[in-house]
């Protein structure tokens, strides 16, 4: 097994300027097996990234596949969801549009608002 990188793959280490660092590329490809909630992905996504992600539970309960994302369970889908992506701009753009709204949605001001009116209705 190689165990070198494709010449357009690179390993950076820490990164200071995230969105720099996403803006970068053309689709953020996450293949982890364990995750809590996802914020890597999350920030990806505020950046318009389509993404691909591996289909576990998690992911499921805040993304949507084919609509913010592209969910696969198996190597040969994710390489297939990663051609597809880089033959079709168009599915790049409303995947990371589509990303971005996802990734408002979960933002801090939109948790904090949502979390001040839980408290108003309890103290109601």
């Known amino acids: 097994m190689d165990t070198e990188p494709p010449e357009n ?3 950076t280490g820490w990164v200071d300027d995230k969105p720099g660092a996403f803006g970068a590329g053309d689709v953020f490809f996450f293949p982890t097996k364990e995750e809590n909630q996802g914020i890597v992905v999350l ?3 505020a950046c318009g990234k389509p993404c691909v992600l591996r289909d576990i539970p998690v992911f ?4 949507s596949d ?4 592209i969910l696969c369970e198996t190597r ?7 051609e597809r992506l880089a033959a079709d701009p168009e599915l790049r ?8 709204e996802t990734a408002a949605a979960h ?7 949502e979390l ?7 103290l109601a």
Do not use: I, P, Q
Not at 93 to 100: P, S, V, Y
């Open 9 to 11: 793959v690179t390993f």
């Open 43 to 45: 920030e990806a996504m």
């Open 60 to 63: 499921r309960e805040y993304f």
């Open 66 to 69: 084919g609509h913010d994302c």
């Open 76 to 82: 040969g889908e994710m390489v297939d969801a990663l």
């Open 93 to 100: 753009a409303r995947l990371g549009e589509n990303a971005r």
């Open 107 to 113: 933002s801090l001001d939109r948790v904090g608002e």
């Open 116 to 122: 001040v009116a839980t408290y108003e209705e309890l």
